[in-house]
């Protein structure tokens, strides 16, 4: 089996959630306290061996190619001012991996995103997907990269990563029938996309983190759009699971933030300001959260 090397990033959409402040400037480089979203996501892929990130990007989203692209009049500018940490900060975001960047020139859903990108990926290799809402901290155990990579290794198979969703956020995420192979992993057999609470089949829900194997490109040619006439993952993968194809599930280790939700993002915000920052600087923020 060959090791997965490149991660396609999905962004191009238009993060209608976040306006006024997302008119003009990608959502993806909204800061989660003092690093772009797209950043988490970026290093975690790196950190689980990606070597190719390929960026699906769209009109508006020029920021991300130069987040990750070297800044001569920047870097001088650290150099002069002896500002060595900083420069050093700089240099690394574009060394960390080859980027590639690709356009989707209509938004017409997260599986023609993919498509656009499928020209990248080699007949027989296996890519990981990770969209851009989706931050997760497991310090000190495996990414969630590390963790989708684990359940591929062992099976060979599509990997999508599940976490337990309350009953009123059901109908917002993908939820799957599933069966324990053992206490991380197990077989995906149904996949419904954002379920009544009464249709779902449990309370698992998908997390924008997958691993696709090559046949679900197949069925993202072929799955019919929906109503939207977008394209969507989550069809394909049912088209799959339905034609007796097979899908695992990871169980998540750590904890996620939902970005694209303006509650979720304020948490990873604060999530990650507490965990980086001094013990007085943490006593500050918490005595100025309950004072409200
Ligand atoms: C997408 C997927 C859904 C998944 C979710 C995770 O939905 O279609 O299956 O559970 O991402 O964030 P979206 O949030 O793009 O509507």
Redesign the pocket.
Known sequence: MKPIRKAILPVAGFGTRFLPATKAQPKEMLPIFDTPAIEHIVREAVAAGIEDIIIVTGRGKRAIEDHFDANFELEHALFEKKKMKELEIVQGLSDMANFVYVRQPQPLG?GHALLCAQSLVEEDEAVVVL?G??IVDNEGGPNAVQQLIEVYEKTGDSVVLLEKVPDERVD???IVDYAKVDKHHGVVSRFV?KPALEDAPSNL????KYILTPNIWHKLKTTSPGPDGEV???NAFADHLADNGKIYGRILEGQRF?T?DKIGFLKATLHFALKQETDAAKATIKEFISKQ
Not at 205 to 208: D, F, K, N, Q, Y
């Open positions: 997260d969209f809402d989706d917002q995420y993908g996309e829900g998908v997390i924008g969507r993952l989550a939902d694209g």
